[in-house]
């Protein structure tokens, strides 16, 4: 009798993936791989792939690299200064990069100019009609910091070089010779996050989707070894957290919540509308419900997550 063939979406995805990045990389000129970076969130599964680095079950890195927007919650700073003792042990230093020294929300509300807009939750006084505005937050305080750090690097290596354009400007110009490779903890259950990520010279590797691991296989593998499992990362104030954070949040952190509450009211303040939302006509709030987040019943049925993004979600 035939066969069965019984692939799944998750078995076929990650051979889709290979196929399409090899065919991007067989398409471009052969670049030498100079570098190679860890991409850390340090939630569950970047914290995966450092541990694997450490305990030898991965190719080591040249450094490993967390954007800090300022704005994290304890527990993300303690697993970063466990991580960092970890990795001293091999060698491999854990880089800390920042767009800015105070950080996202107080660039919100102090900051010169525009800033970033974050993913907040819209609701027409109205209609009662909600949306969600763009997301920036990521790209400028994420991804900018570390491609900026990573082009540092290949300065200082020999690999890039400082040239100044015509408006004075001070650019770091990649050799057309090299390439380097980007480590992202993006499991087989979100493979949806994956794909091709930052400037030609960079290669993007997810060996989580490599070895069909879910987040569950993650904390299993950590568990196993007698590893940390650390709980979700992502800012303190922001908007896809799901219930069960907030709760936590509230309950174990109140001062954090409190911090996330007054700028949750600072918002929909004359001076959040003057400075933030003028233009937009509509209120903005932390929660997806549309109610102040100071007074959101976190235990009540239904008010899950309107995305299931957050968690280690900026990049890693
Ligand atoms: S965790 Fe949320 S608020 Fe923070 S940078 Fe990412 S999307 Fe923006």
Do not use: N
């Not at 995805?13 to 670049?31: D, G, M, T």
């Not at 907040?120 to 009662?128: A, C, F, I, K, V």
């Not at 400082?162 to 993006?186: A, F, P």
């Not at 911090?259 to 001076?271: G, H, I, K, V, Y």
């Amino acid at each position: 009798m035939a066969a069965v063939c019984q692939l799944s979406l998750f078995d076929t995805v990650p051979v889709v993936i290979h196929r399409l990045e090899a065919r991007r990389v067989r398409s471009q000129p052969a670049r030498v791989c100079v570098g190679r970076f860890l991409h850390l969130g340090a939630g569950v599964q970047s914290s995966t792939l450092a541990e694997m680095i450490v305990e030898g079950d991965l190719a080591p890195v040249d450094a490993v690299v967390f954007a800090d927007t300022k704005d994290e919650p304890p527990w993300v700073y303690e697993q970063l200064d466990y991580l960092e003792g970890r990795l001293a042990t091999r060698g491999i230093p854990l880089e800390r990069v920042a767009r800015s020294a105070q950080g996202l929300v107080h660039d919100a509300i102090h900051g010169a100019g525009r800033f970033a807009s974050m993913p907040l939750y819209t609701q027409d006084p109205r209609t009662g009609q909600t949306g969600i505005l763009r997301r920036q937050c990521t790209s400028e305080y994420k991804i900018e910091p570390s491609d900026d750090w990573v082009r540092d690097w290949l300065v200082a290596h020999g690999h890039a070089r400082l040239i100044h354009d015509k408006r004075g400007w001070t650019r770091r110009q990649v050799s057309r010779q090299v390439c380097t490779e980007h480590l992202y903890g993006i499991s087989l259950d979100e493979f949806y996050r994956s794909g091709k990520r930052g400037p030609g010279w960079q290669r993007t590797v997810y060996p989580l989707i490599d070895r069909r691991m879910r987040r569950s296989d993650c904390e299993r593998w950590l568990r196993e070894r007698g590893l940390r499992v650390p709980y979700k990362s992502s800012c303190v104030h922001c908007p896809f957290h799901d219930d069960a954070y907030w709760r936590r949040l509230k309950t174990d952190y109140p001062a954090y919540f409190e911090r996330a509450c007054q700028f949750d009211d600072w918002l929909r303040s004359p001076e959040g509308r003057r400075r933030f939302t003028r233009k937009l006509r509509q209120d903005v709030f932390l929660h997806r419900s549309g109610i102040p987040l100071r007074e959101v019943d976190f235990e009540a049925p239904g008010a899950g997550p309107l995305f299931e993004l957050c968690g280690d979600y900026c990049m890693t």
